[in-house]
C-alpha cells in the first residue's frame, strides 16, 4: 500500500453532511480530506429539503426535537455564508409549512399533535378547513383543518450540495474522488483509510460520513458502529408552468391513507412530492406502484396537480439508526468519530452536525448539544 499522505481529519463520505463537517472543520484551522467518489452526491440528490422540525416531530422525540430547531435557527446564516462564499445559491426559502387533514380521524390525529406542540411551547397555530384554503387555494375542498407552522422552511439539496462542494474547495479541503475501501486501525486507535487506488490516507481522525454505508466499512471494528439501515424514498418532481403559478405558496403535508404526503414548491418551478418509505435494503429502483402512490395521494390533497408536467422521477436512501436519531461525535474507538444515522433529518441538521463535530474535532470537547447523539450509546463491546 502506497502512502497518500496525511491529514488532520480524514471524512469518508462527500454527502451534505460530510462536506458541511469538512468546510466548517477547515474553518477552525483543520487539515481536511473528503474521501468520496462523487463528493456532492448522496441521499441530498433526492430529498425534498423541508427544514420542518416542527411538523416531523414524532411524539418521545423531544431531544431530536431541540436539535432540529437549533439547526433550524443556524439554517438562514448558513445558507448566507455559504452563498456569500460561493456565489452560489443554496435555494433556501423561509415560506413555512402548513400540515393538513383529509378526514374525521386524521383532523383528530391533527388536533393532538398541535396540544402536543402547545405543551412543548412550539409556534403552531390551528386553522379550519375554509382557513387553511384560503393561504392555499389549490387545496382541496374536503379539508378538514390544519396546523400553520411558520417557522418550518425549506432548502434545496442539489443546490445546497453544489455549494458546499465550492465552499470546501474555496476554503482548501481536499476532495479525494475515490472510494474508502478499510479502516485502517493500529495500538487500538483509528489510523486512516486504504483506498480503492490501492494508498493509504492516515489521518489524526476519522469521520464516517457515509449515510447508510458507514458501518460497512472493512476494518470497523465489531461493535464500534449500530448496523445504519437504508430506508428507500421515491420522490417526484414537477414543474408549475407560468400561468399556473403561484400553484403553492409554502410547504404542505398530510396523511393520506395512512402515509405521510408532502408538497414542496420551489421558487423556480419546480414541485418536489414525496416520499414513500419503504425498508428494501439498498435497493433504489423507481417503481411503477410508487409513483402511481405519489400521485393518487397528491391528486385527492391538491386536485390540479394532474395538470402539471412530470419531469423526474427518483428514489434515495436515508440513514436509519436503530432509534431513528443520527450518531454524532467520537465512537469508542480512538481516533474515530460518526456523523450518520440522520434518516429522514438530514439537510435538517447539516449546519448543526457540522458545527458540534467540527467544535470536537477542534477542541476535544464534546458540545452539550450533541451528548444525547454520541454513538457509544450503542456500544456494548469493542472487539
Not at 481536511?32 to 452526491?41: E, I, K, R
Request: charged content about 20%; proline content about 7%; some cysteine.
Amino acid at each position: 500500500m502506497e502512502p497518500a499522505g496525511h491529514t488532520d481529519v480524514a471524512v469518508v463520505g462527500g454527502g451534505i453532511i460530510g462536506l458541511a463537517l469538512a468546510w466548517r472543520a477547515a474553518q477552525r484551522g483543520l487539515g481536511v480530506v473528503v474521501v468520496d467518489p462523487a463528493p456532492g452526491g448522496g441521499a441530498a440528490q433526492v430529498a425534498a429539503g423541508m427544514l420542518a422540525p416542527v411538523t416531523e416531530l414524532r411524539y418521545g422525540e423531544e431531544a431530536l426535537l431541540a436539535l432540529g430547531v437549533a439547526s433550524n435557527e443556524r439554517y438562514a446564516a448558513f445558507a448566507a455564508e455559504l452563498e456569500e462564499a460561493t456565489g452560489l445559491p443554496t435555494g433556501y426559502r423561509a415560506c413555512g409549512t402548513l400540515a393538513v387533514a383529509l378526514d374525521s380521524d386524521d383532523r383528530e390525529e391533527l388536533r393532538e399533535l398541535h396540544a402536543f406542540h402547545q405543551r412543548l411551547g412550539l409556534a403552531s397555530h390551528w386553522l379550519t378547513g375554509r382557513e387553511a384554503r384560503r393561504l392555499e387555494p389549490m387545496l382541496a375542498p374536503g379539508v378538514r383543518g390544519g396546523l400553520h407552522v411558520t417557522d418550518d422552511h425549506q432548502v434545496d439539496g442539489r443546490r445546497l450540495a453544489a455549494a458546499l462542494v465550492e465552499a470546501c474547495e474555496r476554503q482548501g479541503v481536499e476532495l479525494r474522488r475515490a472510494g474508502a475501501v478499510e479502516l485502517l486501525a493500529e495500538g487500538g486507535r483509528a489510523r486512516g483509510v486504504r483506498l480503492d487506488d490501492g494508498t493509504g490516507l492516515t489521518a489524526d481522525a476519522v469521520v464516517l460520513a457515509a449515510g447508510p454505508h458507514s458501518h460497512r466499512l472493512p476494518g470497523l471494528p465489531a461493535g464500534v458502529l449500530p448496523a445504519i439501515r437504508p430506508v428507500k424514498g421515491q420522490i417526484l418532481r414537477l414543474r408549475i408552468p407560468e400561468p399556473y403559478r403561484p400553484f403553492l405558496s409554502r410547504n404542505v403535508r398530510a396523511v393520506v391513507r395512512g402515509q405521510h404526503l408532502y408538497l414542496v414548491p420551489r421558487e423556480d418551478g419546480e414541485l418536489v412530492i414525496g416520499a414513500t418509505s419503504e425498508e428494501q435494503g439498498y435497493d433504489t429502483t423507481v417503481t411503477a406502484g410508487g409513483v402511481y402512490e405519489l400521485l393518487r395521494d397528491a391528486h385527492e390533497l391538491v386536485p390540479g396537480i394532474t395538470e402539471l408536467p412530470l419531469v423526474e422521477t427518483s428514489a434515495g436512501l436515508r440513514p436509519g439508526s436503530p432509534d431513528n436519531a443520527p450518531l454524532i461525535g467520537r465512537t469508542a474507538l480512538p481516533g474515530l468519530f460518526a456523523a450518520t444515522g440522520h434518516y429522514r433529518n438530514g439537510v435538517l441538521l447539516t449546519p448543526v452536525t457540522a458545527d458540534l463535530l467540527a467544535q470536537e474535532l477542534a477542541t476535544g470537547v464534546t458540545p452539550d448539544l450533541a451528548k444525547p447523539f454520541s454513538p457509544t450509546r450503542f456500544t456494548t463491546e469493542v472487539c
